[in-house]
């Protein structure tokens, strides 16, 4: 009985502290994106939620049909990938939510204000 404790507590503790083991590797979306900035911090834009989307992993935001975005970065498209933006959600209701930023598909959302020109290409990290 106590080496199977000690195994349990063991396989706890590797697990823990060897991010190797419990890591998940993502791929990349893209490897350039277009900012209006060097760091992508300026907005680009204002864009409206036209469909509801859920957030398949923690890379993204989930967004409600009507919800304004703000767009921050625009990711180059790349063969066999989804057209993606960067943005975080704006309004009083959203509260909860705002701060976050995340990607979404650009093909749900249309652009209210475009603020500024995305003319920095940059490398995605």
């Known amino acids: 009985m106590t080496r199977r404790v000690w195994l349990v507590g063991?396989?706890?503790?590797?697990?823990?502290?060897?991010?190797?083991?419990?890591g998940i590797f993502m791929d990349k979306l893209a490897s350039q994106k277009l900012?209006?900035?060097d760091d992508c911090v300026y907005?680009?834009?204002l864009a409206r939620a036209e469909e509801d989307y859920n957030a398949p992993d923690c890379r993204f935001i989930s967004t409600k049909k009507g919800q304004l975005i703000y767009v921050y970065?625009?990711?180059?498209?790349e063969k066999d990938s989804?057209?993606?933006?960067a943005g975080s959600v704006y309004g009083e209701q959203?509260?909860?939510?705002?701060?976050?930023?995340?990607?979404f598909p650009s093909s749900l959302v249309s652009e209210?204000?475009?603020?500024?020109?995305?003319?920095?290409?940059?490398?995605?990290?």
């Open 94 to 103: 959203y509260e909860d939510h705002m701060g976050t930023v995340g990607y």
């Open 10 to 22: 063991f396989l706890l503790c590797l697990r823990f502290t060897c991010p190797l083991v419990t």
């Open 35 to 37: 900012c209006a900035d």
């Open 43 to 45: 907005t680009i834009s």
């Open 73 to 77: 970065s625009k990711l180059v498209k």
């Open 82 to 85: 989804g057209e993606f933006w």
């Open 112 to 125: 209210q204000h475009i603020y500024q020109e995305a003319n920095k290409t940059l490398p995605t990290t």
